[in-house]
Nanobody, 124 residues
Framework: QVQLVESGGGLVQAGDSLRLSCAASRLTFSSYTMGWFRQAPWKEREFVAA????????YYRDSVKGRFTISRDNARNTVNLQMNILKPEDTATYYCAARYARTISRSDSAWNYWGQGTQVTVSS
């Protein structure tokens, strides 16, 4: 059974940084496009960032461009999300996702596997 386990969430102040990590197991990690989504209370889950498996191309939602950086380590089966200059509107539960495809999708229904999520809270 595929497992995605997120870590690194927490409570920070506006302007601070956090680094989320996702450890994947029981899948051929190097063949999966990996992504991060988030869901704030009473809102739908939304795409945050993704990185393809073959050429490592990255994609971001507009509101995090220039602040967040996604990266992957195929040797360690991990994907990371470095989040800088955090804002209160970044507060959400962040989910790691895996997609068995060469392309990304901003729709959560197109992803095959999900982690349990890690909470990020940014105070003003």
């Amino acid at each position: 059974q595929v497992q995605l386990v997120e870590s690194g969430g927490g409570l920070v102040q506006a302007g601070d940084s956090l680094r989320l990590s996702c450890a994947a197991s029981r899948l051929t990690f190097s063949s999966y496009t990996m992504g991060w989504f988030r869901q704030a209370p009473w809102k739908e889950r939304e795409f945050v960032a993704a990185i393809t498996w073959d050429d490592g191309r990255t994609y971001y939602r507009d509101s995090v461009k220039g602040r967040f950086t996604i990266s992957r380590d195929n040797a360690r089966n991990t994907v990371n999300l470095q989040m800088n200059i955090l804002k209160p509107e970044d507060t959400a539960t962040y989910y790691c996702a895996a997609r068995y495809a060469r392309t990304i999708s901003r729709s959560d229904s197109a992803w095959n596997y999900w982690g349990q999520g890690t909470q990020v809270t940014v105070s003003s």
